[in-house]
């Protein structure tokens, strides 16, 4: 039997471990590096580039190096947090034909699976070369706060990279893992999770081979990336302000600050001052100019700290939503790059009363978890009960627009859930489902997951049908069958161009929460 790998393909580096012997760890790349940047490019001639050889020309061909496309899978074009993406992205965003993002790259388009494949594929090899045999079985984590159609985009990529995904393991839960494996106490953790596009926090409860999620919340636009985003505006003020020059326009000079941004950053997590030294970012009729600027660490954390203070925020709501107090947590455990940031090392601390764990690398741990999961679940290893939530609630649009939650967020997955619904109008005899995920009253704040009709009602009074929507999520988080049945008044089942023709013929109404 082969390995299953575990992958953590993450929105800026994406790690794959293995376990052997019992052992879990990571696999280098072929350049000794235990971590791969989730980057694409398409060079000039013509050549496809992925990780590291990606990044290093980055600078030079900005507009055909894709970063971060991890922020954009499973969202629609319209999308706040795409719409603010493409104002900031040296590469081409545009929209697809589903209402999805696609991005440009050198003439040619790829929907956000394809180019989570590219990395994907990437992970692949490196294992296979490691491990000297083909690789076939993985598990892929993704942010826990990701709804269903960005893991099931997730899935997607697996399956275009030539994987089985076996599972998709939520980064804070794999985290957790790691830290329990081999552990037998009995502990309440908090795992704080910060890397360059997502944020998530978990808490979690361990004892003797049961892991089980309390609560989760999460933000997934929101991590390193954006502290390098206020860098960079720093930057192009004091630029402007000494130089009289404004670099907004000039993708080379923007790409150049973004990467002298992070270096910066990443410097001041060990140093109090970082030089940002920029020869030739500019020139005009008097000669060639050079950005130069100090940059201390004093003023990093005024340039970050609301965001920072925001992740505490949402630390405190899922404590609230776990009904657990900061003198029960046991542990807190930091995961991601951005983590090594000392205001954030503080201020966690701070709210916690106690210094996060030391025994975890932040960038290893989430692909050592799902190479531990990987394993459990083909050896049929029963000493290992997991049991997650699920992120974000679920539920349908109603009448007068408001949302009805079948299943509320924090329920422990797997999950069945049914209510009953009735009609609006008269006659009706078409009702229209659509799905939602989140935390709005409202449902066109929520995202919609999929809408769909259901037909064959009998002539009743408004009010009597009765239509029986039930949701089920799986251990993936992902939702399956969407069942939909009518048990009172059906005239019996429809085939899909029964269905369709009603959909040409009618007006359709919303559905009503039965009474
Ligand atoms: P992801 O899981 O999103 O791929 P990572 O966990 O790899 O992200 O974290 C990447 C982020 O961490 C980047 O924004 C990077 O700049 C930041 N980072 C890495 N090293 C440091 C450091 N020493 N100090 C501060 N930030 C860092
Ligand atoms: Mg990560």
Same mark, same amino acid.
């Given at each position: 039997m082969g390995h299953v790998i575990g992958i953590d393909l993450g929105t800026t580096n994406s790690c794959v471990a293995v376990l052997e012997n019992g052992q879990p760890s990571v696999i280098p790349n072929a350049g000794g590096y235990k971590t791969t940047p989730s980057m694409f490019a398409i060079t000039q001639d013509g050549k496809r580039l992925v990780g590291h050889l990606a990044k290093r020309q980055a600078i030079t061909n900005a507009q055909s190096t894709v970063y971060a496309s991890k922020r954009l899978i @499973? =969202? =629609?074009? &319209? !999308?706040e947090e795409v719409q603010r993406a493409i104002d900031v992205t040296p590469f081409s965003i545009v929209e697809g034909p589903n209402e999805d993002v696609r991005i440009e790259v050198s003439g040619k388009t790829f929907t956000c699976p394809e180019l989570s494949a590219f990395i994907l594929r990437e992970m692949k090899r490196v294992a296979e070369e490691y491990l000297g045999e083909p690789v076939q079985e993985a598990v892929v984590t993704v942010p826990a706060h990701f709804n269903d159609a960005q893991r099931q985009c997730t899935k997607d990529a697996g399956k275009i990279a030539g994987l089985d995904v076996l599972r998709i393991l939520n980064e804070p839960t794999a985290a957790a893992l790691a830290y329990g494996f081999n552990r037998n106490e009995e502990e309440k953790v908090a795992i704080y999770d910060l890397g360059g596009g997502t944020f998530d926090i978990s808490i979690l409860e361990m004892s003797d081979g049961v892991v089980e999620v309390i609560a989760t919340a999460g933000n997934t636009f929101l991590g390193g990336e954006d502290f390098d985003r206020r860098i960079v505006e720093h930057l192009l003020a004091k630029f402007q302000e000494q130089e @009289?020059? &404004?670099?907004? @326009?000039d993708a080379m000079a923007l790409q150049r600050l973004k990467d002298a941004a992070e270096k910066a950053k990443c410097d001041l997590s060990a140093r109090e001052v970082a030089e940002i030294n920029l020869p030739f970012i500019a020139s005009d009729d008097s000669g060639p100019r050079h950005l130069s600027v100090e940059l201390d660490r004093a003023t990093l954390e005024g340039l970050v700290h609301d965001i920072v203070e925001g992740t505490l925020k949402t630390v405190e709501q899922c404590m609230q939503d776990g009904g657990i107090?900061? &003198?029960?947590?046991d542990q807190v455990i930091l995961v991601g790059g951005? $983590? =090594?940031t000392p205001l954030v090392q503080n201020r966690v601390a701070e709210h916690f009363g106690k210094r996060p764990h030391k025994g975890v690398n932040p960038d290893e741990v989430v692909a050592i978890g799902a190479a531990i999961q990987g394993e459990t679940l083909v050896s049929e290893d029963d000493n290992l009960l997991l049991l997650d939530v699920t992120p974000l609630s679920l539920g349908i649009a109603t009448f007068g627009g408001h949302f009805a939650r079948l299943i509320e967020r924090n329920t422990t997955v797997p999950v069945c859930k049914s209510h009953i619904f009735t009609t609006t109008r008269d006659n009706q005899s078409a009702v229209k489902i659509r799905v939602l995920q989140g *935390? !709005? *009253? $409202?449902?066109? *704040?929520n995202d919609l997951l999929g809408e769909f009709v259901l037909g064959g009602i009998r002539p009743a009074r408004k009010g009597e049908p009765e239509v029986d929507v039930g949701f089920d999520i799986d251990a993936n988080d992902t939702m399956t069958g969407k069942e939909q049945s009518? $048990?009172?008044?059906?005239?019996g089942t429809l085939s899909d161009d029964e269905i369709q023709q009603i959909i040409e013929e009618q007006e359709l109404y919303e559905v009503q929460l039965k009474e």
């Open positions: @499973g =969202r =629609r074009f &319209d !999308s @009289g020059i &404004d670099l907004r @326009g107090t900061v &003198d029960q947590i951005q $983590t =090594r *935390e !709005s *009253e $409202t449902a066109a *704040e009518i $048990t009172v008044n059906a005239t």
